[in-house]
């Protein structure tokens, strides 16, 4: 079963300073954990001359894969701490890595915990996070007089119509969360008297960002 849940839409690069060392942190969306992988080996190659690139990664809709490591440092205080960031932000499909450049001062457990906790606060702040939402695109065919309830009720629910045809008959595909089409349906064919005939066209996962409908491959920047 298809579950909501939350990922990135446009992941970032972002920066913090703790005692003059650098904790770079870089986030992407990644798919399955080879995206993962690959996505760690570049940022690795990227900052080849870095004192340290610690990474934590959550694969899955429900975040059934979770990896985590601290390249190095004391072990508990980098790769962990991250994985604790993503996972108190309900985050799936998602991957980070900090990069340090040591800066000459230790900072001790408590202070590395802190800071690259703090870095991938910063690379999440920076990112654009979504909801994928699996939904249905329902085809809806109706006649003229009832395209106009169909549409007050679409609008009051704020569903978004992604297509529409005139012809003899009018053919409406919207997209909504799946939970919502029997209700829906329900109402449709009320306000319609019947004479609505309603079709699921596809199900599929989508998501709304500055008011834009995404889906397939739109849902990646």
Same mark, same amino acid.
Request: hydrophobic share 40%; aromatic share 6%.
């Given at each position: 079963?298809?579950?909501?849940?939350? #990922?990135?839409?446009?992941?970032?690069?972002?920066?913090?300073?703790?005692?003059?060392?650098?904790?770079?942190? +870089?986030?992407?969306? *990644?798919? +399955?954990?080879?995206?993962?992988?690959?996505?760690?080996?570049? #940022?690795?190659?990227?900052?080849?001359?870095?004192?340290?690139?610690?990474? %934590?990664?959550?694969?899955?809709?429900?975040?059934?894969? *979770?990896?985590?490591?601290?390249?190095?440092?004391?072990?508990?205080?980098?790769?962990?701490?991250?994985?604790?960031?993503?996972?108190?932000?309900?985050?799936?499909?998602?991957?980070?890595?900090? #990069?340090?450049?040591? =800066?000459?001062?230790?900072?001790? #457990?408590?202070?590395?915990?802190?800071?690259?906790?703090?870095?991938?606060?910063?690379?999440?702040?920076?990112?654009?996070?979504?909801?994928?939402?699996?939904?249905?695109?329902?085809?809806?065919?109706?006649?003229?007089?009832?395209?106009?309830?169909?549409?007050?009720?679409? =609008?009051?629910?704020?569903?978004?119509?992604?297509?529409?045809?005139?012809?003899?008959?009018?053919?409406?595909?919207?997209?909504?969360?799946?939970?919502?089409?029997?209700?829906?349906?329900?109402?449709?064919?009320?306000?319609?008297?019947?004479? %609505?005939?309603?079709?699921? %066209?596809?199900?599929?996962?989508?998501?709304?960002?500055?008011?834009?409908?995404?889906?397939?491959?739109?849902?990646?920047?």
């Amino acid at each position: 079963m298809h579950i909501n849940y939350k #990922t990135i839409y446009q992941g970032a690069e972002s920066e913090i300073v703790e005692k003059k060392s650098r904790f770079i942190a +870089t986030v992407c969306l *990644v798919e +399955t954990e080879e995206d993962a992988h690959t996505f760690i080996e570049e #940022t690795k190659k990227k900052h080849w001359n870095a004192t340290h690139n610690c990474s %934590a990664y959550i694969i899955g809709e429900r975040g059934a894969i *979770v990896r985590c490591s601290d390249d190095g440092e004391p072990s508990g205080t980098a790769g962990r701490p991250m994985l604790d960031v993503l996972q108190g932000a309900k985050l799936s499909n998602i991957a980070v890595v900090v #990069t340090r450049y040591f =800066g000459g001062t230790l900072l001790g #457990t408590g202070g590395l915990v802190r800071a690259y906790s703090r870095a991938v606060q910063a690379g999440l702040a920076d990112s654009i996070i979504i909801e994928r939402i699996w939904g249905t695109m329902l085809s809806i065919e109706t006649d003229y007089n009832g395209v106009g309830k169909i549409q007050y009720l679409l =609008g009051q629910k704020q569903i978004p119509i992604i297509d529409s045809t005139y012809t003899e008959q009018v053919q409406i595909k919207i997209l909504l969360p799946q939970t919502e089409v029997l209700v829906l349906e329900a109402e449709i064919i009320e306000a319609t008297n019947g004479k %609505a005939v309603l079709n699921v %066209a596809e199900e599929l996962y989508f998501a709304v960002h500055n008011k834009k409908v995404l889906t397939g491959a739109e849902l990646k920047v």
